[in-house]
Each structure stands twice: as C-alpha cells, then as structure tokens.
C-alpha cells in the first residue's frame, strides 16, 4: 500500500487469509510459506481429487508453487484442469507447479540402494528442486555391490548434503558416511523381506549408525529428507568464505 502498487481493498483481502484460509475440510496455512521455504504441502493420500484441487489451486494462487505428494495421475488430471502449468513425477508419485525463477544451487546428492527405493528418492529429490536445487541423482548403488558406489566417490566428495535412501537392512548410510566430510540425510524404506518389518529394520540400523553425521528421517519420508538437504545446502552457500 505505502508503495501504491495495491490497494486498500486488496491488500485487507491478502490480509483476510493470514494465517490461515478455512476451506470447511481444511484449513490453509499462508503462512507457511513466510516462515518456511516452501507453502503448505499437500499429502495427496487419504484425500479426494477434488479436495486435492481446492487446496492446491489457492496455494498456488497465492505463492506460485505447489507440492502434492503420495498422489496419482487421475489426481494430477483433475488438477491440471484448473493449473495448467502443473506438473506429474510418475516415480515420484508427486505433482508439482513452480512459477518463480531461481537459479539452482548445486550441492545436493540423492542415492538409493536399489531400484525399488527409486519412489522415495524421486520424492526427496523432486522436493529438494522445488527449493532451487540443481539435484544429481545416483540410484542402485547399495552395498551388495559396493563397487557401484565406490565409482561414484568424486560426486560424493563435491556434495554439500546427501540423501541416502535405503531399505532391507540399510547400511548404505553408514557407508557413505564413512566416505565423506559433510551431512548424511538417511531415509529409511519400507522394501524388504519379512524380517524388514516394513522399513522398521533398515530405520534401526540408520539410528545406530557408528559413522558420524548421519540425521534419519522417519521411513519412507521422501519430502522430509529433500526438505532438510535444501535448508542444508542453503545454509552452506550463505557461509562466508575463508
């Protein structure tokens, strides 16, 4: 208003909303997105496409961007309808809209353990984007091989954080941790056999970790651990230089 680029009306609109807009079935929070780096998320399971395109259509509205995850494509269509630049990670089972222009900053690694755990990696590394990252991917490179890995040690000694993505019994995290000097993200995945417990194994073995710098985040929780390596990154390019 002071600036006289909106006016009285609009801006006791913009106001009417903060922090929260109540849709009835939910409760948006704008706020969000001035207290964190993303808006409000939107977790696709357990909710009817409809109230799926509500949500996401007046989040976008107001901040430019969305992420929905644990969706579907029949969900994604519906949406699309009404946000056209809308866009679907099959692997990641995410849809996502980003209309402000940043540069991506490099720094971020997402591997996994083997091509089963490619969803929850794809939601990490989808989430980290999202932030303005330029996100390098590094998949089926667990330790039954280790070989795979041990190729790959230039990529991993450039990272500023790495998302480490693992099921059955899940030293992965532990491997690479023991590689390099900078922060581990380990996600746990609920792909296994029996004794796996659906991901409650691999989570064990992550929380035990004897390498130092190793964070876990909760079992298959792809956005949170892309969410945690882009607030990483982004705290170690504001660094200042020695």
Not at 97 to 122: F, M
Request: hydrophobic fraction near 45%.
């Amino acid at each position: 208003m002071a600036a006289g680029t909106t006016s009285v009306e609009a801006a006791l609109e913009e106001l009417r909303v903060f922090p929260y807009e109540d849709l009835g079935f939910a409760k948006i929070d704008h706020h969000r997105a001035l207290r964190d780096c993303l808006p409000e998320v939107i977790l696709g399971e357990g909710k009817t496409p409809d109230q799926v395109v509500e949500i996401g259509r007046r989040l976008v509205e107001r901040s430019g961007r969305l992420l929905v995850t644990r969706t579907n494509r029949a969900c994604f269509e519906s949406l699309r309808q009404h946000v056209g630049d809308a866009l679907y990670h099959e692997t990641a089972r995410a849809i996502t809209v980003n209309r402000r222009q940043e540069a991506p900053q490099a720094g971020v690694v997402v591997l996994c353990a083997g091509t089963s755990d490619l969803p929850v990696a794809e939601e990490a590394a989808v989430t980290a984007e999202l932030m303005s990252n330029a996100v390098q991917r590094l998949y089926d490179v667990g330790v039954a091989g280790i070989h795979r890995l041990l190729d790959h040690l230039p990529l991993l000694r450039e990272a500023r954080v790495l998302v480490v993505v693992a099921g059955m019994e899940g030293a992965l995290p532990s491997v690479v941790a023991g590689l390099v000097s900078v922060p581990v993200i380990a996600v746990p995945t609920s792909v296994g056999y029996g004794a796996s417990f659906q991901g409650l194994a691999p989570l064990l073995t992550m929380l035990n970790s004897c390498a130092p710098g190793v964070a876990v985040v909760n079992i298959d929780n792809g956005y949170g651990a892309g969410y945690l390596a882009a607030i990483i990154n982004r705290l170690a390019l504001s660094e200042p230089q020695e």
